[in-house]
């Protein structure tokens, strides 16, 4: 049991090393390139990119930036509706899978179908599975596994990257 646990401990310490080491080879990477958007049509330049968004969204959509919680409208949104991406409108979650996370920022237990792409990111060394928008490749959030049911995720979403359009 006890060699079971140093094993274990072992391991925790090696992976931690080797993500910090990596983490801080691959951060220069991201902070250039945000993920790719799937059409040539939403492949747009930085300077595109930067003329079409405000500044608070074009630095979380196109830099992987992050919000201060509790500082969009979105948190206490409730109407039902679709919260579609910022950057390209396209409809990424309902507000039926919308849920109060208190973490100060709109969290949603699932996307839409076919609506995110997700990769790891090593920001805080620890990995973390970043999200972002499947057409235009802007970065949405982070998903955790400490959601509630029925599916146990946690999508913790910017709400500078998302529009509301509620359901007329
Ligand atoms: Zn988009």
């Known amino acids: 049991m006890q060699s079971n646990f140093l094993f274990w401990t072992r391991r925790s310490i090696l992976m931690g090393l080797v ?7 691959l951060r220069p990477l991201e902070l250039l390139a945000a993920s790719k958007a799937d059409t040539d049509e939403w492949t747009l330049s930085n300077e595109e990119w930067r003329k079409r ?9 196109r830099e992987e930036g992050t919000e201060r919680p509790f500082s969009s409208v979105l948190n206490d949104e409730k109407r039902i509706g679709t919260f579609h991406c910022a950057g ?49 490749g802007g970065h ?5 596994d400490d959601g509630p049911r029925p599916t146990g995720k946690r999508y913790c979403n910017n709400g500078v990257a998302l529009i509301f359009r509620p359901s007329s």
Do not use: M
């Open 88 to 136: 390209c409108d396209l409809p990424l979650f309902s507000s039926a899978a919308k849920f109060d996370s208190g973490t100060g920022w709109p969290s949603f237990w699932e996307p839409l179908i076919d609506s995110i792409n997700t990769k790891v990111d090593f920001k805080l060394i620890v990995p973390r599975t970043e999200y972002h928008c499947r057409r235009c």
């Open 53 to 61: 968004l405000p500044a608070d969204a074009y630095k979380v959509l």
């Open 140 to 144: 949405q959030g982070h998903v955790f």
């Open 19 to 25: 993500t910090s080491f990596f983490g801080s080879f």
